[in-house]
């Protein structure tokens, strides 16, 4: 009875560990959602050089805020 609890305990854990892991990415970096000047094209990018370089092109980029539904 002791190992099923063990094992039982053990999987749970691990479920944790990897639902953590696949979550954690979502909330690591800002994310921009850029507009190009005619309003054709969209583009998302993660990194503040890519949203400055975009910006200097006439994009127009605004920070998409993440929040986890409750």
């Known amino acids: ?3 099923r609890i ?3 305990l053990s999987v ?3 479920m944790v560990v990897m639902l953590a892991t696949s979550v954690a990415p979502a909330f690591a970096a800002p994310t ?3 507009v190009d000047p ?3 094209q ?3 990018v993660f990194t503040p050089s890519d949203r400055r370089l975009l910006e200097a092109e ?3 980029c605004t920070n998409i805020h993440r929040r986890v539904p409750v």
């Open 32 to 34: 921009w959602h850029c």
């Open 42 to 44: 969209t583009r998302t």
């Open 58 to 60: 006439g994009w127009e």
């Open 6 to 8: 063990l094992v039982l």
């Open 12 to 14: 749970v854990a691990l």
């Open 38 to 40: 005619t309003g054709m």
């Open 1 to 3: 009875m002791k190992k």
